[in-house]
């Protein structure tokens, strides 16, 4: 081989070990600090003078979450302030210390009387039992969900 063909695969081989250093340090970047939110997502989705429809009040439907098994077992966030962010960032409403967990893992909300938990791009996944979600999907009273290490379920 001629020595422009092995400097070319070395500049080659230099630029692909880089491209994949900036993408590791990326990766800790947005799990340490968060992932970017849009501009647009940061405003209010709700126009002034109008509340979020609030999920009805039946009798027997679920008025909160409790982390029942995992290292911030007893945790409890309220419905009515739903949706509810579940992860490790500081704007999480069920904040969890487990490594398992993302900054911005799932989120449980309502859509009429029924309610659902979605999965927010983690990378260890949110389950319902044994299976992983991967979109919205329906949780009732009783229902584990597992985030992590973490178990959690809706009670009245």
């Known amino acids: 081989m001629s020595e422009l063909t092995l400097f070319l695969i070395r500049m080659a081989y230099l630029a692909i070990l880089w491209i994949f250093v900036l993408s590791a340090i990326s990766v800790i970047r947005s799990d340490m600090f968060g ?12 126009p002034k003078g109008r509340k979020q429809k609030q999920p009805s009040k039946r009798r027997g439907s679920p008025t909160q979450v409790v982390v029942t098994a995992g290292g911030n077992e007893g945790a409890t966030a309220a419905l009515a302030e739903a949706p509810i962010l579940i992860g490790r960032g500081t704007d999480a409403a069920i904040r969890l210390d487990d490594d398992y967990v993302s900054t911005r893992h799932a989120r449980i909300a309502a859509a009429g009387d029924q309610w659902f938990v979605e999965d927010l791009g983690s990378t260890n996944g949110t389950y319902i039992g044994t299976v992983r979600i991967t979109q919205p999907t329906t949780i009732t009273l009783g229902t584990q969900v597992r985030i992590g290490k973490t178990i959690l379920e809706l009670r009245k």
Do not use: L
């Open 35 to 46: 992932a970017r939110v849009p501009e647009n997502a940061r405003r209010d989705a709700t």
